[in-house]
Nanobody
């Protein structure tokens, strides 16, 4: 089993920045892709960004240029640096990790953006 613990969410004004962190623990050997998804009220969970263990990244079009995903493989931690935040970025942000074919989710961290 893999446990994921997110941190770094909170309230920020529009135009501000936040950095989310997600630390994986437990049976972490073999984790390949890690990433972030988000879910706003009344909407489906959607991809924000992912990163493989080799550093290959993928971003949702809605966040390109404003979000940077990075990873520290030694610490089994993935980061999401967000700048120029918009009210529509407000959501619960979930950390995700995939190990072979099994996916794991964190509990989520709330990001609130005030206009």
């Amino acid at each position: 089993q893999v446990q994921l613990e997110e941190s770094g969410g909170g309230l920020v004004q529009a135009g501000g920045s936040l950095r989310l962190s997600c630390a994986a623990s437990g049976s972490t050997f073999g984790i390949n892709t890690m990433g972030w998804y988000r879910q706003a009220p009344g909407k489906l969970r959607e991809l924000v960004a992912t990163i493989t263990s080799y550093g290959s990244t993928n971003y949702a079009d809605s966040v390109k240029g404003r979000v940077t995903i990075s990873r520290d493989n030694a610490k089994n931690t993935v980061y999401l640096q967000m700048i120029s935040l918009k009210p529509e970025d407000a959501a619960v942000y979930y950390c995700y990790a995939r190990k072979v074919v099994q996916g794991y989710w964190g509990q989520g961290t709330q990001v609130t953006v005030s206009s």
